[in-house]
């Protein structure tokens, strides 16, 4: 086990001077960050600057003063504690690397509940750990076969595979002596809601032990309340220094979808007329995680459409069912509207469907949008952070290989004809007395929120039909359809497989303590199951 060299501390103030470059800059295409952008860099130190704010000093973290190294690889074996049962330790799965930080899958757990750690948790040990301190490995929670079977099922899991040597794990740091965080400070957070990406974030209230942060630029949507002392906060600096991706503040994207255009051999035009006009805004992986799984649910066979991706690493989940089985995928980390589009239009080449989304919003006429109407029309979501179609960064939708490539099989892939490739984009400044320019009429593409489902409002509901022949589309559309402020929480259903059979057997209890329900949403399911079930739905 390593321990910290105090040879090595690095100065973080002068951290700027340290080998990875600028201070915690990571490559951004989001232009709304100009102000605090340098050759497509985010920089703290400027931003710091502009917003007129000081960093929190390093000693308020739980965090090695010199980042451990993270010499982990894929596939490697440890102990970790579940996260969904803190009393239990269970072996796990090195499935993903960033920086300082593992992605772990618990052995006999799915890939919908893996974790992040960094390599000096004390929540991770070598394979033997627990046995030597007299403990006994757990199934996970929610562990697939029959508990019986978890003794045989260990030895399977751990037989010849590559275990972590004890020498790569490091010692956790110790915790700060009280919380010195004050109101205001800037740092570096994990989004818990996407734990893949760490971004700007700003201590927004100070209460005891616990503080409240507050993410740069999403108005709350991503704010939480954790301890002072929580390994999921860093000082600014961190990302720089461990390699990690920071993500620039405040960059959602929207992706629009062409109705008019050519769906081609493959998608089902009907299905298509049904999805929502854009998908966004939101983050990069998301907005794509959800105009991909849109593709595969107008698929007229579901398996064409995953057939032509392949496993990522880092990005979101969609899934497809085919021979009689659910089948799901990590699509690539994503971090910008260029690489969403990117992959959209190389996946729509292969489907024959060209031209099927675009930044900008389509008219059913046709017409084009100002930017001011379009800008209004969502500035109640957050001002200025669309984008306008231009001439002057062309190449950079250019298809190019990159790792994102990879994800879309090569088998199936051709090369994007001259007519695939969108125009670069510039941005359509915020609504707050800068100038507009005229958004000309093209492609376009968008998302609403998690609204992925098919059917329209006027479409056949589900309810016509008997409850437990119900798909788990049709459950996340009796969701939406019995109260639509239970609509954000409908992915939950397609997340956790809930079909009619299985939806008919929910009770408050469980959706709270396995679906991480709060009791209000919880309570209002519960009532609308019962109906369900009383026949007067």
């Not at 308020?60 to 010199?66: A, E, G, P």
Request: hydrophobic fraction near 35%; charge should be positive.
């Amino acid at each position: 086990m390593q321990k910290s060299d105090p040879r090595k501390e690095i100065d973080w103030s002068d951290v700027r001077k340290h080998k990875y470059g600028h201070l915690s800059e990571s490559v951004s295409q989001y232009p709304e960050a100009t102000d605090f952008l340098e050759l497509g860099h985010f920089t703290w130190d400027k931003y710091l600057k502009e917003t007129c704010s000081v960093p929190a000093p390093v000693h308020c973290f739980k965090q090695s003063y010199t980042p451990p190294s993270n010499e982990f690889k894929i596939s490697m074996k440890l102990e970790a504690q579940d996260p969904r049962n803190t009393t239990s330790t269970c072996i796990a799965t090195v499935v993903g690397l960033t920086g300082a930080r593992l992605r772990l899958r618990l052995d006999g757990s799915d890939n919908k509940n893996d974790f992040w750690r960094l390599v000096d948790s004390a929540e991770i040990q070598p394979v033997g750990n627990c046995e030597k301190n007299g403990g006994m490995l757990q199934p996970p929670l929610g562990f697939r076969l029959n508990a019986s079977s978890w003794p045989m099922f260990l030895l399977k899991t751990l037989n010849g595979a590559e275990m972590a040597p004890i020498r790569i794990f490091h010692k956790e740091p110790p915790s700060p002596s009280h919380n010195f965080f004050k109101m205001g400070m800037k740092l570096e957070a994990v989004d818990r809601k996407n734990p893949h990406f760490i971004c700007p974030a700003t201590i927004g209230e100070v209460r005891g032990s616990e503080v409240l942060v507050t993410f740069d630029g999403w108005r709350g949507a991503f704010d939480y309340w954790c301890r002072f002392d929580s390994r999921d906060i860093f000082p600014v600096g961190w990302c720089s220094l461990t390699g990690d991706n920071l993500q620039p503040p405040g960059t959602k994207v929207c992706i629009y979808l062409n109705k008019n255009g050519s769906t081609g051999p493959h998608l089902d035009k009907k299905k298509v007329q049904q999805l929502p006009d854009h998908f966004g805004p939101a983050r990069a992986s998301v907005v794509l995680q959800q105009a991909v799984q849109a593709c595969i649910d107008c698929a007229y066979h579901q398996k064409t459409v995953f057939s032509f991706l392949k496993q990522g690493h880092g990005g979101e989940v969609i899934s497809a069912v085919f021979d009689r089985e659910q089948h799901t995928l990590n699509l690539p980390a994503v971090n910008s509207i260029t690489y969403v589009l990117r992959f959209l239009e190389k996946l729509c080449h292969n489907l024959r469907s060209d031209n099927l989304f675009g930044n900008q919003p389509f008219t059913q006429t046709h017409l084009s949008l100002t930017t001011t109407e379009y800008s209004h029309s969502h500035d109640r979501y957050l001002p200025g952070e669309t984008f306008v179609l231009g001439n002057s960064l062309a190449r950079s939708l250019e298809p190019h290989s990159d790792s994102m490539d990879s994800t879309l099989n090569p088998t199936n892939l051709v090369s994007t004809s001259q007519n695939l490739r969108a125009p670069g984009y510039r941005p359509l400044l915020p609504s707050c007395g800068l100038p507009l320019s005229t958004a000309s009429a093209v492609r376009r593409l968008c998302s609403r929120g998690s609204d992925r489902y098919l059917e329209s409002r006027d479409a056949s509901r589900p309810s016509g039909r008997d409850p437990s022949s119900w798909t788990v589309e049709d459950v996340m559309q009796f969701i939406r359809e019995a109260d639509p402020q239970l609509g954000p929480h409908a992915d939950l259903f397609r997340k956790h497989e809930i079909d009619g059979k299985a939806l008919l057997l929910l009770r408050s209890d469980v959706m709270m303590k396995y679906m991480g329900l709060k009791l209000g949403p919880a309570l209002k399911l519960s009532y609308h199951i019962d109906r369900l079930k009383q026949g007067k739905f």
